[in-house]
Structures are given as structure tokens and as C-alpha cells.
């Protein structure tokens, strides 16, 4: 399917966060080309089926974006990913995860984008957390002293649109990639042995993917238009999990959107270094 887009989903028992999800997605403006959902349900033991097949029963009636459901037995993110993208057929794939609210714009943004940079073989936007009020007030602190990093991945490279290569970064991550069909080819699967198995704090295997796109000469294009907002779990606020993260995420600043002045590991792919 040319000119179309695939929303590829992927899920680990967050059924009410999931369909949270969903609702941001069928309340966005519709593009042109045709759009549709595939969810990758990893491991599920909630009713994260039962809720989908409730959904595909109803979206016809209701006018929503048609959903396909394929549940990966294996655990791990990446099992998940490199089991469904062979199924797309469409040229477009975003990444939406389970935990984000995309923006009422999203939809027409990757169109825009992939009209406007056809040369383009990935696009990034923003990530922002989806804060409500309850947040605690050092969240917000811009002074010297503040916490940053904070817990709850973000990518935002600013207001004006640019080519982020792998010598200045940032690196993006998958929570708000779209990838051309080519570059599923090019790049190869993602590395089971990153990112992660359920709700552990895994990661990097989406950061590797970008970059060793990137390495084989894959542009990748910031678009500021495509925004998808983080949900805030205020538990990742408190100080044990602040420890826990950065003691286990080794691609963390990659993915809060930070580039330190001094090097850092960001991933080891065919034996090539990237800090």
C-alpha cells in the first residue's frame, strides 16, 4: 500500500493505558492517505486481547481507524517488533507506545513531513510528558540545581525542522519514529538483546536501530509538528525509582534527549562506537 501509514503499537498488559492511546489516535485530524492500527500484544496476560477484539468489532460502526491485533508469545519488545513489521505493507510505519497521547495534528504532521522531505528515510518529533497538575513542583524547576534528566522520556529539539545525524545527535528513540518502508530492509531487525522484556527498565534497542540506519546512510528528519505526550507515572518521580533508572539504562540520556559535552556509551553495533 503506497502512500498509507501504519500506527505499529507495541503492548505489555497496559490495557487502560493502551486504550487511552487509541482514543488520542481516532480523535486526531485524518490525513489524506489511509491509516491504519497494528498492536503487538508481547506476552499479555491481562485482557489486552479481549479489549482489542472489542474494539475491531466496533470500528467500523464507529468510524475508527481499523485495528489489527497479532500477539507475540515471546517476551521482549524487540521479539514484538521484529515479529509484526514484516506483516506492514504500508510505506509509512509510526511507533506510537502504549503509554503515549498523540497530539490532535499527529496524523496530518507525518504527512506533511513525509511530503516534504520524501528524501527523508526516518522522522522524529517531539516527545513532552503529559503532565496534569499532580506532579511534584520540582518537576518544573529550571534552576541550577534541578533534576535532569527527569524519569519520564522526552525528545524536543526545539521548534524549527533539521536533520539529526549520528556525529551531533540527539539520537531519537521509538516512541515517536517514522520509519520508511526501505529502511526496515536496509537496517535489519532490531537487537533482541536490548530493550525491554515486559516492564523491566530495558532499553536502547530503538536508539541502536536509528543509529545503525543511520550508519548505512539513512537521513533521519525532525519534524516539530509530530508531538505524542508521555504519560507521568508519579511513582517514577520518587527517588528509589530515580536510582534504579540510571543505574540500569545505559541509553538513557539518548533517549531523554540530552547530549552531554563529555562522552557517554550510546550502543556497540557491529563493532562500531558511537559516544
Same mark, same amino acid.
Given at each position: =500500500?503506497?502512500?498509507?501509514?501504519?500506527?505499529?503499537?507495541?503492548?505489555?498488559? $497496559?490495557?487502560?493505558?493502551?486504550?487511552?492511546?487509541?482514543?488520542?489516535?481516532?480523535?486526531?485530524?485524518?490525513?489524506?492517505?489511509?491509516?491504519?492500527?497494528?498492536?503487538?500484544?508481547?506476552?499479555? /496476560?491481562?485482557?489486552?486481547?479481549?479489549? =482489542?477484539?472489542?474494539?475491531?468489532? %466496533?470500528?467500523?460502526?464507529?468510524?475508527?481507524?481499523?485495528?489489527?491485533?497479532?500477539?507475540?508469545? /515471546?517476551?521482549?519488545?524487540?521479539?514484538?517488533?521484529?515479529?509484526?513489521?514484516?506483516?506492514?505493507?504500508?510505506?509509512?510505519?509510526?511507533?506510537?507506545?502504549?503509554?503515549?497521547?498523540?497530539?490532535?495534528? !499527529?496524523?496530518?504532521?507525518?504527512?506533511?513531513?513525509?511530503?516534504?522531505?520524501?528524501?527523508?528515510?526516518? @522522522?522524529?518529533?517531539?516527545?513532552?510528558?503529559?503532565?496534569?497538575? /499532580?506532579?511534584?513542583?520540582?518537576?518544573?524547576?529550571?534552576?541550577? !540545581?534541578?533534576?535532569?534528566?527527569?524519569? +519520564?522520556? $522526552?525528545?524536543?529539539?526545539?521548534?524549527?525542522?533539521?536533520?539529526?545525524?549520528?556525529?551531533?545527535? #540527539?539520537?531519537?528513540?521509538?516512541?515517536?519514529?517514522?520509519?520508511? $518502508?526501505?529502511?526496515?530492509?536496509?537496517?535489519?531487525?532490531?537487537?533482541?538483546?536490548?530493550?525491554?522484556?515486559?516492564?523491566?527498565?530495558?532499553?536502547?534497542?530503538?536508539?541502536? !536501530?536509528?543509529?545503525?540506519?543511520?550508519?548505512?546512510?539513512? $537521513?533521519? %528528519? @525532525?519534524?516539530?509538528?509530530?508531538?505524542?505526550?508521555? !504519560?507521568?507515572?508519579?511513582?517514577?518521580?520518587?527517588?528509589?525509582?530515580?536510582?534504579?533508572?540510571?543505574?540500569?539504562?545505559?541509553? @538513557?540520556?539518548?533517549?531523554?534527549? %540530552?547530549?552531554?559535552?563529555? #562522552? +557517554? @556509551?550510546?550502543?556497540?553495533?557491529?563493532?562500531?562506537?558511537?559516544?
Amino acid at each position: =500500500m503506497s502512500d498509507a501509514l501504519t500506527i505499529l503499537i507495541c503492548t505489555h498488559n $497496559r490495557a487502560d493505558l493502551l486504550e487511552l492511546a487509541l482514543t488520542s489516535l481516532n480523535a486526531a485530524q485524518r490525513p489524506a492517505m489511509p491509516v491504519q492500527i497494528l498492536v503487538a500484544a508481547n506476552a499479555c /496476560t491481562d485482557d489486552t486481547a479481549v479489549r =482489542m477484539r472489542a474494539y475491531q468489532s %466496533q470500528q467500523a460502526s464507529k468510524n475508527w481507524l481499523p485495528l489489527r491485533l497479532i500477539e507475540v508469545p /515471546t517476551p521482549g519488545k524487540s521479539h514484538a517488533l521484529n515479529r509484526t513489521i514484516p506483516e506492514i505493507d504500508t510505506e509509512l510505519t509510526a511507533f506510537v507506545d502504549d503509554d503515549h497521547r498523540v497530539d490532535e495534528n !499527529y496524523l496530518v504532521a507525518i504527512a506533511h513531513a513525509a511530503q516534504s522531505w520524501p528524501d527523508a528515510g526516518l @522522522y522524529c518529533g517531539r516527545i513532552l510528558p503529559d503532565w496534569n497538575g /499532580t506532579e511534584p513542583s520540582w518537576v518544573h524547576d529550571e534552576g541550577p !540545581y534541578r533534576i535532569y534528566p527527569l524519569p +519520564v522520556p $522526552r525528545y524536543n529539539q526545539g521548534d524549527q525542522p533539521k536533520t539529526i545525524t549520528a556525529e551531533e545527535g #540527539p539520537i531519537p528513540g521509538g516512541g515517536n519514529l517514522v520509519v520508511r $518502508r526501505h529502511v526496515f530492509a536496509l537496517a535489519g531487525q532490531f537487537s533482541t538483546e536490548l530493550g525491554p522484556h515486559g516492564h523491566d527498565l530495558g532499553g536502547g534497542e530503538d536508539s541502536e !536501530y536509528v543509529l545503525r540506519a543511520m550508519i548505512r546512510g539513512v $537521513r533521519c %528528519q @525532525y519534524a516539530p509538528n509530530i508531538i505524542q505526550h508521555h !504519560y507521568v507515572d508519579i511513582d517514577r518521580l520518587k527517588l528509589s525509582y530515580l536510582l534504579k533508572k540510571f543505574s540500569t539504562h545505559p541509553f @538513557y540520556l539518548a533517549h531523554s534527549g %540530552q547530549w552531554p559535552d563529555t #562522552p +557517554v @556509551y550510546v550502543a556497540q553495533t557491529g563493532g562500531i562506537w558511537v559516544s
